[in-house]
């Protein structure tokens, strides 16, 4: 039985070190792990699958019968210059056991769903094609992604308000009780941001 062309690429671009800083295999070599999606999907895809499409990607892995393993830490708020990982496993998906892919097969569907999807496995897609094919329940990871970037950016700009405010608080401690309330009320719009990005990233945890 012949390995797919998609199995083919993924393995090859997990395996790739060059691009170790946005996809690379766990450390226990039984799962790969996606660092910065939105830069991966902008810069690596392209290069396999001639499109940059990261939810498009993410349901290719489900056809194939990958699982998406959630990590009990991906709620807690993250540096800037960190991102959420998403990390995918596949019994048969093993570092340095490329010999495993054939027993990788496409899940089963029926007639028409088979033909909606087949476009994007023969010649990799154009990344917007199976955008149509979407089921209505399923989710735009692209756009989750992207409202959850503005949350981050937001809250870094709050973050440094909230240090700029406790510099000048040491400086001038005679006005120590409106910057401590100033300081309560940046706080807590953070912790509401926060808030709101953990729920984001446990809903997305949830669907995979």
């Not at 476009?119 to 199976?130: F, I, S, V, W």
């Not at 709101?196 to 997305?204: A, G, P, Q, V």
Request: include cysteine.
């Amino acid at each position: 039985q012949g390995v797919p062309a998609f199995l083919k690429k993924l393995y090859k671009m997990v395996s790739d070190p060059r691009s170790n800083d946005l996809i690379t295999w766990s450390g226990a070599g039984n799962s790969f792990i996606v660092k910065k999606p939105q830069e991966f999907a902008k810069e690596i895809l392209p290069k396999f699958f001639k499109h940059n499409n990261f939810s498009s990607f993410v349901r290719q892995l489900n056809m194939y019968g990958f699982h998406k393993i959630p990590h009990l830490q991906q709620g807690v708020l993250q540096s800037d210059e960190q991102s959420e990982q998403w990390e995918f496993g596949h019994k048969h998906f093993l570092c340095n056991q490329p010999e495993l892919l054939c027993y990788i097969t496409r899940r089963k569907v029926n007639d028409n769903e088979s033909i909606k999807e087949e476009p994007n496995t023969r010649k990799e897609g154009n990344g917007n094609e199976n955008i149509k094919e979407q089921e209505p329940n399923e989710v735009d990871i692209n756009r989750i992604l992207n409202e959850i970037d503005l949350i981050k950016k937001y809250q870094a700009t709050i973050n440094a308000t909230l240090k700029y405010i406790q510099r000048n608080n040491q400086v001038q401690w005679q006005e120590t009780i409106p910057t401590h309330n100033e300081i309560i009320s940046v706080h807590n719009k953070y912790l509401n941001q926060q808030n709101t990005l953990n729920k984001l990233l446990k809903f997305l945890a949830s669907l995979y």
